[in-house]
């Protein structure tokens, strides 16, 4: 019997010493990402995250689970802070790569950590195909454009700003590049005389938009494409599209209200223009403090 007791011991010794191990996680990976930032040195951070969590979070087998962050509040792991882990996503690649990165979670849009040995709600498989959607603004007449055609999607997606060729950066978000459940397909138009662009021209449904209509019409010449929710989803933002004529054109989001009153509902039949579409898509990520 004391035998027992002092195994029994021994093992509640250990748990604990590796819940105050894990504890420590979201600590150093904060300090990692803080130290890096001012040393100029970022590009290292994803390389000191892996290694912290390869040393300190316990080895799985190929295919066990790391983390089920919406659905095990008991897993020690899911004790680590959001906003941490949303620092450090900011500064890792959210793609799979097979490392110890932060990842993003395709189902909720939550951040969480993921083992190199391991897999959770976002499975390395399972990770969608994300692209920004940058927007820039001009006057004369007051008009948008959306991912300018000087650069590629992916210098867009590593944060090329849209204050270029006489534009001004307006707004961001992320969007899928690919059809997800439960989402709309935007389908971006341009046009010159002045440089302008259209989205979702009202010459068709949405359901023909959906099944792979171009842009090319009326004018217009197709651009890019996205694909959105039509209604609001956690961690999303509402995106607003107003219309005007002379010549045809759209505003998103108009700066007189905030992102808040977009959400809220505010219309886009505002300064001169009707409201022509809506749709839900991700912010930015959050920047470090």
Do not use: K
């Amino acid at each position: 019997m004391d035998a027992r007791m002092a195994s029994l011991e021994m093992a509640i010794h250990q748990m604990e010493q590796r819940m105050a191990r894990l504890e420590e996680v979201p600590l150093l990976l904060a300090a990692i990402v803080r130290r890096d930032r001012e040393e100029d040195v970022s590009d290292r951070s994803s390389r000191n995250i892996e290694r912290v969590l390869t040393r300190m979070l316990p080895a799985l087998p190929p295919g066990a689970s790391c983390l089920v962050w919406l659905e095990n509040h008991t897993c020690p792991l899911a004790r680590i802070p959001l906003q941490q882990i949303c620092h450090i996503a900011s500064y890792c690649e959210a793609y799979p790569s097979g490392s110890a990165l932060a990842l993003v979670a395709p189902v909720f849009w939550f951040p969480q950590p993921c083992l190199q040995r391991g897999r959770s709600v976002a499975s390395f498989q399972s990770i969608p195909e994300i692209m920004r959607i940058a927007v820039g603004q001009a006057h004369g007449p007051h008009r948008i454009m959306i991912n300018h055609s000087n650069f590629t999607q992916t210098q867009w997606d590593a944060g090329q700003t849209m204050t270029t060729s006489g534009w001004t950066h307006r707004i961001e978000f992320w969007a899928y590049s690919t059809r997800r459940p439960g989402t709309i397909r935007i389908a971006v138009g341009q046009a010159h005389g002045p440089h302008r662009t259209w989205i979702n021209h009202s010459n068709f449904t949405q359901d023909q938009w959906d099944a792979g209509q171009t842009m090319t019409t009326a004018g217009w010449t197709h651009h890019v494409e996205f694909w959105a929710y039509p209604t609001r989803q956690p961690g999303t933002i509402r995106i607003a599209v107003g219309r005007a004529n002379g010549p045809h054109r759209i505003m998103i989001n108009h700066s007189n209200f905030t992102q808040d009153q977009w959400d809220a509902g505010q219309m886009m039949t505002t300064a001169g223009w009707t409201h022509h579409l809506e749709f839900w898509a991700f912010p930015p990520p959050p920047p470090c403090d």
